[in-house]
């Protein structure tokens, strides 16, 4: 089995900085996409930013120039630098990575617990 463990999560002011790091764990082959993902209470889940195995990266507009996501291979880390934080970013942040498992040809998709981030206005 997998496990995704988030950590860097907390209570930040509006223009700070926070940064977000997901280690994967387990019988791991290899690590396809990686991913954060935000959910506001009262609205869907939404894709933060994703970076591929080659390093190729895609971001929501609402982040982009203020969101850095980058991954660590060796470590099967990803992370999401945020800065110049905003209200509106506040939301529980949830890592996704596709993983093929040792005893697996195929990839699946694990999420992390979510960690919870607030921006004080």
């Known amino acids: 089995q997998v496990q995704l463990v988030e950590s860097g999560g907390g209570l930040v002011q509006a223009g700070g900085s926070l940064r977000l790091s997901c280690a994967a764990f387990?019988?791991?082959?290899?690590?396809?996409?990686m991913g954060w993902y935000r959910q506001a209470p009262g609205k869907q889940r939404e894709l933060v930013a994703d970076?591929?195995?080659?390093?190729?990266?895609n971001y929501a507009d609402s982040v982009k120039g203020r969101f850095t996501i980058s991954r660590d291979n060796p470590k099967n880390t990803v992370y999401l630098q945020m800065n110049t934080l905003k209200f509106e970013d506040t939301a529980v942040y949830s890592c996704?990575?596709?993983?093929?498992?040792?005893?697996?040809?195929?990839?699946?998709?694990?999420w992390g617990r979510g960690t919870q981030i607030t921006v004080s206005s």
């Open positions: 387990g019988s791991i082959f290899s690590i396809n996409s």
């Open positions: 996704r990575m596709t993983v093929r498992q040792r005893t697996s040809y195929y990839f699946s998709a694990y």
């Open positions: 970076i591929t195995s080659g390093g190729n990266t």
